[in-house]
């Protein structure tokens, strides 16, 4: 108990980096919405707590006493469980009678951590069989014993998740929009970023005026030809059938698997000379039809030049070195060419509203990223001190545990996605009274703590319930500002720019020379 005491101490120095709210004004600005936000939460989740609580007592009088059953299987009561016995491993080991790491309703505490997990939907479907097959107390389970107890953890996870988890997070978004409109922008920026927003969002509403492509010239014979090219890399029917032949590239692609039949190696080989062909005549026509300089004056145009460029020089030195050549840097190779399905944006509406509102929620989102790593970084701290010693189980093994901070920071990030963060918690909270002998050691160090359960239950409530929260507040303060107009730079001086420039620079739509500009009115 006394070392316990002593690592608890020694984790309190992990909130030492909490200073950086006060001094990173991105952090201060999220922290400061939140705690606006928690008055209202606050009394959401007092609602939460009570229900929880008068369920967990309900619990408590159908099942106290229920779930526990012998480590040796032969026995049917408590009373038999004593003595020693042979394992199946051909081991002696002495019986113990108690409650499974799952889930046990014999206390209030653990009722409602039982209650508490199964509402973030993490394995409840063991806890409502291991419910289903309750007999009595001081009788081990048996299958199937008591089906209309399955009522209990059902009505449990529709209520919690459907209704309470709901109405958090309505409460929260309420909270978020008030704070919007109180402060004409998202509470989750500060005002060099809500500025930034505003200029981006204006800046992406404009379409640039484009110098139109032109038709070069050349001799009278070679110029017919040319025209008709021209004709054909200008009109829409090409871009969409170039654009079938990317999307149809990456499905043959795609149908490829290890241990394939020959035939479909032969196909593969066949269909890759096809697009290789096909995709060589596009980028051999643009060139021809509208010159060099305008060729490559179009970043799509660099971007596809430089895209089959790099497919050739794999099938040459595929051709020159044959086997010589290390498969996986072909294979790399031939795999740049996934990269033009970047080329569908340029004809997909949807795609690039998408990406626009990722680039504008990017500084919320950079700023509640920023406060999910300083909170991981002091419960991977806190973790170290507290769990680095722990007997290894089921969930705490060599994969995940709190030995280095590395693999601390990879198991938090495990919780964040809900995988097991449970079976992680008992684990951390073994010890010689409440588990099987042998389990751990209090002489050795290796028993865990109660304080387990405020560290997961704490973490998974920060780390993804309000993290989650504000990604989502984030993005519909992003929806919002986009159908408002920012006004940080003036819609007007945007045209006057954006007509000055194309005026002004007419070598090219795309690079700003070194030259007098004109002073803007």
């Keep these: 108990a006394d070392l316990q005491g002593v690592r608890v101490l020694r984790a309190l120095r992990a909130l030492r980096p909490l200073v950086l709210i006060k001094r990173l004004k991105a952090l201060r600005t999220v922290v400061l919405a939140l705690g606006r936000a928690m008055p209202k939460v606050g009394r959401v989740a007092y609602v939460c707590l009570l229900l929880m609580l008068v369920y967990a007592l309900f619990g408590m009088y159908l099942l106290m006493g229920k ?21 199946a491993h051909g081991t002696v080991a002495t019986r113990w009678w108690g409650n499974p790491d799952l889930a046990n309703f014999d206390s209030i505490g653990f009722a409602m951590l039982t209650l508490f997990e199964m509402s973030t939907l993490e394995m409840w479907p063991s806890v409502m069989y291991l419910i289903e097959d309750t007999v009595a107390q001081g009788v081990p389970p048996a299958r199937a ?8 953890p059902i009505i449990w996870v529709l209520v919690a998740d459907h209704f309470l988890l709901e109405l958090f997070v309505a409460v929260t978004l309420e909270t978020f929009n008030e704070i919007h409109q109180e ?82 190696e032969t196909f593969d080989n066949a269909a890759n000379h096809f697009f290789l062909f096909a995709f060589t005549s596009e980028m051999l026509v643009k060139l021809f039809a509208l010159g060099s300089k305008q060729y490559f004056s179009s970043w799509w145009n660099v971007f596809d030049f430089s895209l089959f460029t790099s497919w050739l020089a794999a099938e040459l030195l595929k051709l020159l070195m044959g086997n ?9 190779l031939r795999l740049i060419r996934i990269a033009r399905l970047v080329r569908i944006i340029q004809f997909s509406k949807g795609i690039r509203r998408m990406i626009g509102i990722l680039l504008l929620s990017s500084p919320a ?3 509640v990223g920023l406060l999910l790593c300083l909170i991981t970084y002091i419960y991977a701290i806190v973790g ?14 060599e994969e995940a545990n709190f030995a280095s901070f590395g693999m601390s920071v990879l198991t938090l990030f ?21 588990n099987a002998p042998g389990r751990c050691s209090d002489a050795e160090g290796t028993c865990g703590t109660l304080f387990a359960v405020p560290y997961f239950v704490s973490y998974q409530i920060l780390g993804v319930q309000v993290v989650l929260q504000l990604i989502l507040a984030a993005m519909l303060d992003t929806f919002a500002l986009e159908t408002t107009q920012g006004d940080g730079v003036s819609r007007h001086l945007h045209h006057t720019h954006t007509h000055t ?18 002073p803007l009115p």
């Design 324 to 332: 010589g050549i290390q498969p996986s840097m072909l294979a790399m």
């Design 384 to 397: 170290m001190q507290l769990f680095s010693r722990v007997a290894f189980g089921e969930f705490i093994n």
């Design 365 to 367: 989102l950079f700023n």
């Design 183 to 264: 402060q004409d922008g998202s509470g989750l920026l500060t005002v060099e970023q809500r500025a930034y927003t505003q200029n981006l969002l204006t800046t992406l509403s404009l379409k640039p005026v484009m110098r139109p492509i032109l038709l070069p010239g050349g001799y009278p014979r070679f110029n017919v030809l040319r025209r008709h090219a021209f004709a054909l890399v200008t009109s829409s029917r090409f871009e969409l059938a170039i654009s079938f032949l990317v999307l149809l590239n990456m499905a043959v692609m795609a149908n490829t698997w290890y241990g394939q039949p020959a035939y479909v």
């Design 501 to 518: 420039y194309t005026h002004t620079h007419t070598h090219t739509p795309y690079f700003l020379a070194p030259r007098p500009y004109p």
């Design 414 to 434: 495990r919780c964040i996605t809900g995988e097991s963060y449970n079976g992680l918690m008992h684990d951390a909270m073994v010890s010689e009274e409440r």
């Design 67 to 87: 779930t526990a059953s012998c480590n040796d299987p032969t026995r049917t009561s408590a009373e038999d469980c004593v003595g020693e016995y042979s394992t």
């Design 145 to 152: 014993a008591s089906p209309w107890l399955t009522l209990y």
